[in-house]
T-cell receptor
């Protein structure tokens, strides 16, 4: 997971609480991505940013907002958490012929 | 509708034997395919990829085969080792996709000593 860091690693929220997941990359790439992974399913794209200052919806954007703070950082915000958002969240950035993923944030919404 | 499918949730093989993981896709626009390996509590790590202009790519013990007419790819691991036990995800991308990936649901591989 070299090059992509995420904080926090674990988080427990109550329904309706808000939080921001942080991601940073040191590969100097324009693009960054947020995915979620649920049991028995592959990773699904929530939002992505093709360059600093731009963001676009992915496959499952509802309930989330993102901010591309600068070229290094891409944050994911849950304004009002719901139990359906219990998942593992991965941030990613492209490398040569692939994407590199962070270690993930395991989020539980009670 | 799943565009990338891994129909085998799990696979168990003996150490030293071949592991074959399969992946099917439906979207003809896909032109680049990747395999990722994932251990518990870690992010996916890149294993091997193949472009649609090729039908085979090899990297050490890992070989990926692509059959475009069947919209099918497979990952062969020879010989399999206990350390290969992990979840394997197939993913697809396409030109002008901004490097976005569409993932399959994964296959859990267990290599028995």
């Amino acid at each position: 997971n070299a090059g992509v860091t995420q904080t926090p690693k674990f988080q427990v929220l109550k329904t309706g609480q808000s939080m921001t997941l942080q991601c940073a990359q040191d590969m100097n790439h324009n693009s960054m991505y947020w995915y979620r992974q649920d049991p028995g399913m592959g990773l699904r794209l929530i939002y992505y940013s093709a360059s600093e200052g731009t963001t676009d919806k992915g496959e499952v954007p509802n309930g989330y907002n993102v901010s591309r703070l600068n070229k290094r950082e891409f944050s994911l915000r849950l304004e009002s958490a719901a139990p359906s958002q219990t998942s593992v969240y991965f941030c990613a950035a492209p490398g040569t012929d692939t994407q590199y993923f962070g270690p993930g944030t395991r989020l539980t919404v009670l | 509708d799943q565009q990338v499918k891994q129909n085998s949730p799990s696979l168990s093989v003996q150490e030293g034997r071949i592991s074959i993981l399969n992946c099917d896709y439906t979207n003809s626009m896909f032109d680049y395919f990747l395999w990722y390996k994932k251990y518990p509590a870690e992010g996916p790590t890149f294993l091997i990829s193949i472009s649609s202009i090729k039908d085979k790519n090899e990297d050490g013990r890992f070989t990926v085969f692509l059959n475009k007419s069947a919209k099918h790819l497979s990952l062969h691991i020879v010989p399999s080792q206990p350390g290969d036990s992990a979840v394997y995800f197939c993913a697809a991308s396409w030109m002008d996709s901004s490097y976005k990936l569409i993932f399959g649901s994964g296959t859990r591989l267990l290599v028995r000593p």
